[in-house]
């Protein structure tokens, strides 16, 4: 390395090390094992659930929804992860993002059923804080247990906080939306 300030060059190479490493790592722990699955699972099960359960005459809106909430969720994940306050041990698949089973299923397909569901504001905000408290209080402790998720700088209650104001943030968005 030169100097105190890394070049381009050898910040490049070191993210190639990097990724070296982490293929091998992927290869040797994490591909077909238990937790392995559970993310596959967990990439196709909630978009099963959520075609049978959504309303078909809704899609639109409540998929635009759900993308708010994928588009939060991935780079809230990929902030977390880089500033250290978080983070995956085992990755789906080796180039993308460990999480995206939450993020892009998981995450936004519970938050798109409880926008179908409950339409009113005050059962709406109700129904964000009960799935909020499952997400942040009981899922993020079960990832916990299985060496799914490593919080290093953070608290399930800082997640529960997010949570209570995505969801509410936006519907009120998709609210102003559907007034245009």
């Known amino acids: ?10 910040i490049a190479a070191l993210r190639n090390r990097l990724f070296d490493k982490n293929l091998k790592h992927w290869i040797q722990d994490d ?3 238990p937790g392995w699955w559970f993310l596959l699972l967990s990439c196709i099960l909630p978009w099963y659930i959520w075609w049978k359960l959504v309303d078909k005459n809704r899609i639109f809106e409540i998929l ?11 780079a809230s994940d990929l902030v977390g ?5 978080w983070g995956y041990p085992d990755k ?13 299923t998981v995450i ?11 339409p009113l504001w005050q059962s709406f ?16 402790p079960i990832f916990e247990l299985f060496d799914l998720l490593i919080l ?14 995505g969801a509410i943030l936006f519907k009120f968005v998709m609210e102003k939306i559907k007034k245009r």
């Open 152 to 165: 290093e700088k953070w608290k399930h209650t800082y997640s529960f906080i997010g949570f209570i104001f």
């Open 64 to 74: 635009s929804y759900g993308l708010i909430w994928a588009v939060l969720s991935i």
């Open 81 to 85: 992860v880089e500033l250290g306050l």
């Open 125 to 140: 905000v109700t129904a964000s804080i009960v799935l909020s408290a499952i997400f942040s209080y009981i899922l993020e």
């Open 108 to 118: 936004p397909v519970s938050y798109m059923l409880v926008y179908q569901y409950f």
């Open 92 to 104: 789906l698949i080796p180039i993308i993002p460990p999480m995206v089973p939450a993020d892009l």
């Open 31 to 33: 591909l077909f094992t």
């Open 1 to 10: 390395m030169s100097g105190i300030i890394p070049t381009y060059t050898e």
